[in-house]
């Protein structure tokens, strides 16, 4: 069948046959997941009833059980997008328009679709609801379905983690599994004997031998044939994974804190337990994750480009640690464009930029007044005057008054005024300005990592970092001038 496109480049679809799409569900508490199977029945049905036509073949699904806007790449859904490439098709046909909008890029794919290839009477079908995408009016509602739909799932997931650190506190266990390596029933504290014992017995060369080498406790594993739970050899980040379990000490943890206990004995004493973390936090290799990219989550370092923020990273596995654009929300599947710049000399150029403005005199008496001049407390003294301003006006107006009285109110506003007046020509002294040294700003700095963020923070609104500049005979290395620095 061939698309017909009329004079001004408009393809009119709306006689075209539909695509039928369907997805599992994530299974949940207080639903049951809706099949494949029932949609496909839904789909059909509607359509049927409709007078909607459907191409020649089965309904396309994706088999996967996640429903979130970050879920991988779903092949059925990518098959559906080429048909609809074509021109060929009137639209999608879902039991529901959460199916094609769950995912907050797959939605905005069918929508930049419409639009690129100008098509008309392009259709979302479900049984509730039609969306026609080649209207305005029909791609705002769908993307506010998109937008529900996204907000629903971070609803949920908010919810879970809730549930869990209740789970947590009330003492239940927040893992299902309940044979895990060293437990034959943790959630009722129930230790398979043998690998307890073994858990115990790292622990203790952990903490105790000097010389403790993990390359050494693997082989010593192999040789005494412990394995996981699937049967499968101990690696170095496995073995330290199942010693860093706060399960061990027999702790219930959700978010990152501790909530509840298990029953029984635990594997591990609390106090060996933190001994063995200690010990790996010490013999940690590098600079600790969270301190090694110092502009990291500041939502400063922007990409010229496609004006996203950028992170922490590796262009590839034998680059050097760089800060990457690796998001876009509004490109697809919200990839960034990868555009990258050396840690080390952006974090050196940054140091440099905030130290100077923090040293800057000037800076520091102009920030100070500013301060003064839009400080909450002036605000309201200048307010309460204004007040007793336009009450002393409108005592000009009661001219019934008595003449004792009248005196005795404008005495007791004009007091107020006088006050409100002193006070605030205190808080504008200029002896208020307070100089910061450079000695006071590099002891501040060098406090702490944290103390450094901060400071960044304070000084630097933006970062701009512009497309590499290559040079001929030279190898790529860092260009501060690709930097552009936006201050407060």
Known sequence: MRSRRSRGGVIDVSGYPLIPYARNSKPSKRRKVVSVETQDFF???????????LYDGPTIVDPDMGAAFDAEDRPGWLRVMKLLETCQYGGIAVRDADR????????????????????????VVSPIVTYDLSTQEGASEFRKAIDDAEKE????????????????????????????????DKPNGVHEPSEAAAILQASLQVVSEPDFSMADLVDEWADQGIVTINGL??????IKEILLRPSNAG?????????????????????????????????????PPSQQYLMNRLNILRCSRCKSR?????????????????????????????????????????????????????????DHLYVLQTSPEERRLRTQIDMVDE??????????????????????????KAKLSAKLAELQKPAKIKEVTSAHVDRL???????????????????WVDAHVPRKGVRRSFQPERLRVEYW
């Open 43 to 53: 789909i059909r049905d509607h359509c049927e009833e409709a007078g909607e036509l």
């Open 100 to 123: 094609a909008a769950r995912d907050g890029w797959i939605g905005e794919q069918v929508i930049r679709l419409v639009r690129q290839r100008n098509l008309k009477g392009f259709r």
């Open 153 to 184: 799932v971070d609803r949920i997931r908010r919810r879970t983690a809730q549930a869990l650190r209740h789970k947590a506190m009330v003492g239940e266990p927040t893992s299902g599994q309940r044979r895990v390596f060293g437990w034959l």
């Open 233 to 238: 050899p101990f690696t170095h980040s496995k």
């Open 251 to 287: 702790a219930i943890t959700a978010s990152g804190s501790e909530r509840g206990h298990l029953p029984g004995e635990p594997i591990v004493s609390n106090e060996l337990y933190r001994e063995v973390v200690a010990y790996f936090a010490a013999n940690n290799r590098g600079r």
């Open 310 to 366: 950028m992170s922490g990273g590796k262009p590839h596995s034998k680059a050097k640690l760089a800060y990457i654009c690796t998001h876009n929300s509004s490109a697809h599947k919200r990839r960034g464009c990868k555009r990258s710049v050396q840690m080390a000399g952006v974090d050196a150029f940054v140091a440099e930029k905030t130290l100077a403005w923090w040293k800057d005199p000037q800076r520091a008496v102009r």
């Open 391 to 416: 009450r002393l006006v409108s005592l000009t107006t009661k001219l019934d008054l008595p003449t004792e009285r009248y005196e005795y109110a404008v005495q007791v506003l004009q007091d107020r």
């Open 445 to 463: 700095w060098n406090s702490s990592w944290e103390s450094q963020r901060k400071m960044i923070k304070a000084a630097i609104r933006t970062i």
